[in-house]
């Protein structure tokens, strides 16, 4: 399984822009997807999951409201919306994939439990 991460760039505070990560290589209708950020300094950080069958959605507290996380069957690709952007935003942002995909809030917040990560794409937002 191959997850590629793009969209990320600059925008200033009150922007938006929209992740995209590809997967490749495996069959994900039983897979948890999951963002995850992580800024200079700090730990890896919960953003967003999606669970593939059903669509059900789950967002860390910080981006509630501001982010949405959503997926394309045909295209194999998962979404991350992310609106009203502010400077603590500021992250590399990371897709992982999730083969287990239980519904447990818990745990699908935990990086731990994925078993495969794209390679980042940088969010900077200025102030």
């Known amino acids: 399984v191959q997850l590629q991460a793009s969209g990320g760039g600059l925008v200033q505070a009150g922007g938006s822009l929209r992740l995209s990560c590809a997967a490749s290589g495996g069959t994900f209708r039983s897979y948890a997807m999951g963002w995850f950020r992580q800024a200079p300094g700090k730990e890896r950080e919960f953003v967003a999951a999606?669970?593939?069958?059903?669509?059900?959605?789950y967002y860390a507290d910080s981006v509630k409201g501001r982010f949405t996380i959503s997926r394309d069957g045909a295209k194999n690709t998962v979404y991350l919306q992310m609106n009203s952007l502010k400077p603590e935003d500021t992250a590399v942002y990371h897709c992982a994939a999730d083969r287990e995909g239980s519904y447990n809030t818990m745990r699908i917040r935990t990086s731990g439990v994925y078993d495969y990560w794209g390679q980042g794409t940088q969010v900077t937002v200025s102030s």
């Open positions: 999606i669970w593939w069958s059903g669509g059900y959605k």
